[in-house]
């Protein structure tokens, strides 16, 4: 394939762009804190839990008060896989506090590698609407022109929505745009938008092109 034949790329957020330092330790910390003593791998496991909870429930985090409701439900669903004593409203800030993300290796490279092309970059995310936050305290909001979220454009990849959002803000075709993620759920969502599709990781992304 030719950069050429490209307007814009779009990129998924989570394992894509950014993943997590690794929360676990910091929870157990902060649990012990409280007089709940847990192994790492109870931890691990409830927080696998409280993840396949959140995933598909990323989207109702559309605003302050609704990501708040929403960060106190997924801390809850924590606490219960631990059978921990605590209110999940009392802990939620120490749940949150723990989710510290960093670029995922090679992404900074490759995105300022397509920004020198002159691609138009943007996030398109299963995200709450916290995301733009996210990316502003790792400096990465500054290589995309739009940050879009599963919240904001109201429905979760694979529904179209958020890539169409993203083509529109951008002003971009969808055939010359380019999406990569590391789940099926962008790549069938970019091809029901009609865009194209390069699998994760960023850095290997674009191998071969010319």
């Known amino acids: 394939m030719r950069f050429a034949d490209l307007d814009a790329v779009t990129v998924d957020g989570y394992g894509t762009l950014i993943t997590l330092t690794g929360p676990v330790p910091t929870l157990r910390d902060a649990l012990a804190q409280r007089g709940i003593e847990r192994t790492d791998a109870e ?3 409830a927080f696998a839990a409280e993840a ?3 995933r598909p429930r990323a989207h ?3 605003d302050e008060a609704s990501l708040a409701e929403l960060r106190v439900e997924c801390t809850g669903v924590f606490l219960a896989a631990l059978d921990a004593p605590i209110g999940a409203a009392d802990f939620a800030d120490s749940f949150v506090s723990a989710l510290v993300f960093e670029p995922v290796p090679g992404a900074v490279n490759a995105l300022a590698d ?7 970059l943007a996030v398109v995310a299963n995200w709450d609407c ?3 936050e996210h990316l502003e305290q790792l400096s990465l909001d500054a290589y995309f022109a739009e ?3 599963s919240a904001e454009a109201g429905a979760p990849k694979p529904d179209p929505a958020p890539f169409r959002l993203a083509l529109e803000r951008l002003g971009v ?9 590391d789940e099926q759920a962008d790549e069938l969502g970019a091809a029901a938008a009609g865009m194209q599709f390069s699998p994760a990781p960023l850095a290997s992304a674009f191998e071969g092109w010319s």
Request: no cysteine.
């Open 43 to 45: 931890v691990a496991a």
């Open 147 to 149: 940050i879009v979220t």
């Open 173 to 181: 075709d969808s055939a010359r745009a380019l999406h990569v993620g």
């Open 114 to 120: 397509l920004r020198d092309r002159g691609l138009e």
């Open 130 to 132: 916290a995301l733009p």
């Open 52 to 54: 396949a909870y959140y």
């Open 60 to 62: 109702l985090g559309r």
